[in-house]
């Protein structure tokens, strides 16, 4: 985290300040003179947000959060005050700042603490005069009174672990190769605590993961499978929660070349999948979360290589189930099948895998959602969607009739790995559900993953979505 977060248990009187009031709230008991208080009043009227005022030797600042009809929104509301606020400042050069809080809803002032924070990200190491670069801010102080500690300690590791998320996605394949990812998570796993293991390329072929083996043949650079688990002494659950990332850290669509302009330009973020879980693993054992999770990455780039896989092979996978091959760029579904057969082994409780798979399912909801579908209990489906609404990574459910199976169904082999012109990103979710045996949920990241321009707190480039909803889900899980 670049800002660094001080408690105080008083407002510095010499300190620049930037104060927090929603519509609701009393702005004369903000911390300011007559004259501001007149001038804020009239900045407010004008129907002003964003309010600046110069004393002797400090700046205060006031930001004024719109109403809202939900809970869910109101946060949001906060989230992207946050991030305004964070952007203002770091436009005016400012170093350090102290924040009052004009009210006394904790979660409202931790989502506008959410929003700022999230809003300084910077990826910043490839240019060469980075430090001429980077954000201002440096500190800002919270009152004692007005922010529970132990709460904010918690907000800090998760927003951290996004921040992770969004490096990862962000950096090159001339960097983060499958094997360089599995060292970069080996690091983090050190820093924050959980096991990590990987399998070699040897060791995923006695294992006969057909599916990430066929994807890797046309790369010169070895796959990996990545092993990631958080088990405290005594967890809530008997047996654990798995998550899935796909891993492919960069997808040229193989023999099947994308044929969309520019549509490779952005294909480093194919393994946000991967991303979102690694940051969740940061977050949850950071937070010390009382559960028994698993981690589960396959990882390999897709390259039209002189041996790779073609339109016509049949791939016979981890479970046993031969694959027709009819679109090599359909490959995350190939790794993520391998893995989601793996994880039949740990007897799981849940499985939830989250995959940058379609192109259907951002053009279905586009990048304001994430598209998902499973066979999970009902209960679980919809304590998912909660935590979506919650962090504002909402949740489009999509059906998975039994019709959708003939979509898949090959002249040659068990299936196949592409459906015919409709319901895309059903299909593939269709697909997934060939290699599951216990309840499990398909998140489709396609859409959130990677933006071209910033989105409030969201980060132009990579987002780190997945990793807010994936905590946010599971804290709520053990509780």
């Known amino acids: 985290m670049s800002i660094s977060l001080k408690y105080i248990t008083k407002l510095s009187a010499n300190a620049d300040t930037l104060m927090l009031t929603a519509e609701k709230d009393n702005q004369q008991s903000l911390p300011l003179s007559a004259e501001e208080l007149k001038g804020l009043d009239e900045a407010l009227k004008l129907k002003l947000k964003w309010v600046g005022f110069n004393e002797a030797g400090k700046k205060n600042w006031v930001i004024k959060v719109d109403a809202a009809k939900t809970t869910e929104a109101a946060l949001e509301n906060y989230r992207r005050a946050g991030a305004q606020a964070c952007k203002e400042l770091n436009k005016a050069k400012v170093a350090k700042v102290q924040l009052y809080c004009n009210n006394t809803e904790t979660e409202l002032n931790l989502a506008f603490l959410e929003g700022f924070i999230l809003a300084d990200y910077q990826f910043l190491k490839y240019f060469s005069d980075n430090n001429d670069r980077k954000n201002s801010l440096q500190s800002l102080s919270v009152l004692s009174t007005q922010f529970n500690k132990k709460a904010c300690e918690e907000l800090l590791h998760v927003t951290d672990a996004v921040m992770t998320a969004r490096t990862l996605v962000n950096e090159p394949l001339s960097y983060l190769t499958a094997v360089q990812l599995s060292q970069d998570i080996a690091k983090l796993a050190k820093e924050a605590g959980f096991k990590f293991h990987y399998f070699d390329k040897k060791k995923i072929e006695s294992l006969k993961m057909g599916g990430l083996l066929a994807v890797n043949r046309g790369s010169q650079l070895p796959p990996t499978f990545n092993i990631l688990e958080w088990k405290p002494a005594k967890p809530l659950n008997k047996k654990p929660i798995v998550l899935v990332g796909k891993g492919v850290v960069y997808d040229t669509g193989g023999l099947s070349l994308k044929p969309t302009a520019n549509s490779m330009d952005q294909m480093k973020s194919d393994m946000a999948g991967a991303a979102a879980v690694t940051g969740a693993f940061c977050a949850l054992a950071k937070n010390k979360l009382n559960l028994h999770v698993i981690g589960l990455i396959p990882a390999t780039d897709n390259r039209p290589g002189e041996d790779a896989y073609t339109p016509g092979d049949v791939v016979p996978m981890h ?161």
């Not at 479970?319 to 057969?341: C, H, Q, Y």
């Not at 059906?399 to 003939?406: L, R, T």
């Open 319 to 479: 479970n046993g189930m031969n694959v027709e091959v009819l679109n090599t760029d359909a490959e995350g579904r190939m790794i993520l099948g391998d893995a989601l057969s793996y994880a039949q082994q740990f007897n799981p409780e849940l499985v939830i895998d989250l995959a940058t798979l379609t192109g259907a399912a951002v053009a279905a909801i586009g990048p304001e959602g994430i598209v998902m579908m499973g066979t999970a209990a009902e209960k679980t489906k919809q304590r998912l969607k909660d935590s979506g609404n919650a962090v504002y990574e909402r949740l489009v459910e999509f059906p998975m009739w039994d019709e959708y199976a003939a979509h898949i169904k090959s002249d040659i082999a068990d299936i196949k790995n592409v459906g015919g012109p409709y319901a895309g990103a059903i299909t593939a979710g269709k697909f997934l559900e060939c290699f599951t045996k216990y309840d499990w949920i398909h998140l489709d990241i396609a859409g959130p993953s990677y933006i071209k321009a910033d989105d409030h707190y969201r980060s132009k480039n990579g987002t780190g979505v997945g990793v807010r909803l994936l905590y946010h889900f599971l804290a709520n899980y053990s509780a």
